[in-house]
């Protein structure tokens, strides 16, 4: 057995049949008690029910279901082309070009959207366990996972050499790991899936391998070291995927690199003293990409968050110059209530899509007793309805992540 599967076998065998990950989950004394699991079951009980009923007569539809002649991966390797590249007309059949903020709907997607699909079911189908503890919702849950992680015909290889691959230049990216963000809750709902008494424990220590093996592979490989170094929404995305698999899998190793990037990293990169996105603001869709990342840092805070010192407790972290994480939800704070006030330029596409119910407001809210920002929170769509706001949206059932795991 090499060092990296007997590193894997090590992490499942220390959490199986144990709640390993328990001292990661959020701290209770962090919560505003007022706006408790209690209520945020009563308010989306009926839209859980509504898409978990819809997704118990879907089975499971992996990446080995579609193909793509352009991909230089087997059918178990996940495929996708970066968004905004397209065909150079002043040269047929040759490299594409960039287009910034602009899908090109030709390239391949299938893929994405397939993770899409899973990242929608199984978190709606486990908090409809959460909510009712009828055991269909967790079996159906449990189906969509093995086929995805376990099934040796259909099962996704935990890597993402070739995703976002732009025709004519490079056959994956290390951009390409954000498309995998979608899997950051498919992997909460997963610990709660584990009381449901659906997997045999030896199932869910292969699950558990799975996610051990892909953080290994966002750790250490080409890719996914480029994609840690990056220091827009991309860094972000990073963080919060390493944060949420080592969660699962119980690596505190990473989970102390995660908090040390997002103090010394994301905040000093990101957050100008104002609490805007510089890096952001400078894109096409400045308002979508600034909405995505304060998003995406929140759910950092919200994983990895505790009480022990003033070190791990990135709600509350700030940097010498003041900066924290409360500055950015400020910034954006009235956008939000107000786009109209947006003073920037608008995005080139989808700007009358947004916003939508941003879980940065719900865990900040709790975080920060601020009863603003659940308020705002409480009046806002809570689905998306655009595929490329979907793509943006990666918390669709906040139940998850305000009831403990274990």
Known sequence: MDRRK????????????????????????????????????????????????????????????FSSPRSHGSKHDYFSEGDYWWPDLKNPGGPYIRRDGYSNPENFNAHREALIRLSLCVPALVAAWLITKEKR????????????????????????????????????????????????????AMQHLEMAGV????????????????????CTSGNGKEEEAAKNNHGSCWVAQAAAFADLTGNRDVIALCRRRFRDNLLHDQVAPDGSFPLELARSKPYSYSLFNLDVLAI????????????????????????????????????????????????VEYFGDLPNRQPSLLFAGL??????????????????RTAEII????????????????
């Open 300 to 347: 950092i805070c919200q994983i990895i968050s505790t009480t022990d010192s003033s070190l791990d407790n990135l709600w509350k972290y700030a940097l010498a110059n003041g900066i924290h994480f409360q500055c950015a939800v400020d910034f954006m704070y009235p956008f939000i209530q107000d786009k109209g006030k947006w003073p920037y330029a608008h995005d």
């Open 391 to 406: 793509r943006n949206f990666p918390v669709r059932q906040p139940l998850l992540w305000v009831c403990p795991v274990g």
């Open 199 to 218: 997997f045999t424990p030896a199932e869910f220590c292969r699950l558990r391998s799975w996610f051990a093996e892909y953080l290994d592979w966002i």
């Open 367 to 384: 975080a920060y007793h601020e009863s603003k920002y659940l308020a705002l929170w409480g009046t806002l769509l809570p689905d998306p």
């Open 6 to 65: 007997f590193c894997i076998s090590a992490a499942c065998v220390a959490t199986s049949g144990v709640r390993g990950t328990a001292a990661f989950a959020p701290i209770a004394s962090l919560y505003e008690p007022s706006f408790s699991a209690q209520e945020i079951a009563r308010i989306d009980r009926e839209r859980i029910l509504c898409a978990a009923h819809q997704f118990l007569a879907q089975l499971p539809v992996t990446i080995t279901a």
């Open 137 to 188: 919702y967790a079996q159906h849950a449990a189906l969509h996972l093995r086929a995805w992680f376990l099934d040796s015909d259909t099962r996704m290889n935990p890597s993402l050499d070739y995703a976002q691959a732009i025709f004519g230049i490079t056959p994956g990216r290390g951009t390409g790991v954000i498309d995998t963000l979608h899997l950051v809750e498919v992997s909460r």
